[in-house]
């Protein structure tokens, strides 16, 4: 069998609202501003070319997060994601207000995933080396740190294990352009639980991603869902996908 757990939906402790290193103005966060300094003042020249302007690059630098290393997104100006690099990390995520709790398994901004240490502990037991973490703290408007450390998770292993074809047909819309194809999906549990895999692709992975399905979609094993259930963790909502 096979789990599916959707990002979870922003607001609350699942996912909260906040900015990645505070508010800064109406062009951007703390990262952003960040990142565009180090594109004008740090970056190489032939960097710069690739990128073209900052606020491309700071854009680019949030894809990493999103999508393997090679992925390329349909638009005609998206560039090629490339590896993440030291310095892009961001380094706390300011919430707009403060939490007592936290899920273990939590969204940010932009889309990106983050996990507690807990679940870092676990999934690196099934599969060391395969994924990244990368540390950022979880501090209140008043600057107080939140005691859990959490980890931008950056998952090592991307899979072409979706059937559309044994998949139910309202559980997915699918899109193409400029050659690309993907899927959209709902996080609701009947989209999850009509989605179908192939085990024969999939087999001995514990933790993936499925390519066209992209961010939205964290994927896990039987073995890795009876680690996380059991440690008694508070986790978003997850559902059983189809074994085809």
Known sequence: MVWGMYLPRSGGPYGPYGNEEGPVDQYGDGWRHRLV???Q?????AQKSFYR???KYAYCVVEKFLYESGH???GPDDLIVTPIEVHEPPRFF???????ELASVISLSNRMWAVDAAVKKIVERFEPDLHRFYPVEIRSPRGRVYPVQYYLL???????SFSPEDSNQESFTPHEANGARWFSILGYKNNIAGLALRPSVFKGAHLWRERGLNEWLLCFSDMLEAELAGAGLMLPKYYRMRSV
């Open 154 to 160: 950056v998952v090592g292993s991307w899979l072409e």
């Open 41 to 45: 003042d740090q970056m190489p020249e």
């Open 53 to 55: 302007d900052a606020s």
């Open 37 to 39: 300094k180090y594109y």
């Open 72 to 74: 390329r997104q349909p």
């Open 94 to 100: 300011q919430t707009d207000k403060g939490y007592n």
